[in-house]
């Protein structure tokens, strides 16, 4: 059973940066991809990057472009985002999201669609002061 788990959320304030961890566990990792969306209050979930746990490759939203490095360490089984000068906007709940490598429909950017992934964490929140 896929199982993942978000931590680091917290208060931070504008202009910092802050770096998101999700642990996995109960699959092959080497066989999935895993990402990062996040839905801020009265809005739809947002796609922000995910990575292919097996060669590495990584995968962003167009905008806001470099705000985001998504890594990982699969020795730990740990996918982490690190989020770059924060603003009041980024105020969301962060989810690491799974899904098989061969499912995710990487060409056009098609990934950014939450409908396309079958796993989800709990998320942790993310505040960011003015």
């Known amino acids: 059973q896929v199982q993942l788990v978000e931590s680091g959320g917290g208060l931070v304030q504008a202009g910092g940066s802050l770096s998101l961890s999700c642990a996995a566990s109960?699959?092959?990792?080497?066989?999935?991809?895993i990402g990062w969306f996040r839905q801020a209050p009265g809005k739809e979930r947002e796609g922000l990057s995910c990575?292919?746990?097996?060669?590495?490759?990584?995968y962003y939203v167009d905008s806001p472009k470099g705000r985001f490095t998504i890594s990982r360490d699969n020795a730990k089984n740990t996918v982490y985002l690190k989020i770059h000068s924060l603003q009041p906007e980024d105020t969301a709940v962060y989810y690491c999201?799974?899904?098989?490598?061969?499912?995710?429909?990487?060409?056009?950017?098609?990934?950014?669609?939450?409908?396309?992934?079958?796993?989800w964490g709990q998320g942790t929140q993310v505040t960011v002061s003015s």
């Open positions: 999201v799974a899904e098989r490598s061969f499912k995710v429909p990487f060409l056009g950017n098609r990934w950014l669609g939450p409908q396309f992934w079958t796993s």
């Open positions: 990575i292919s746990m097996d060669d590495g490759h990584t």
């Open positions: 109960g699959f092959a990792l080497d066989d999935y991809t």
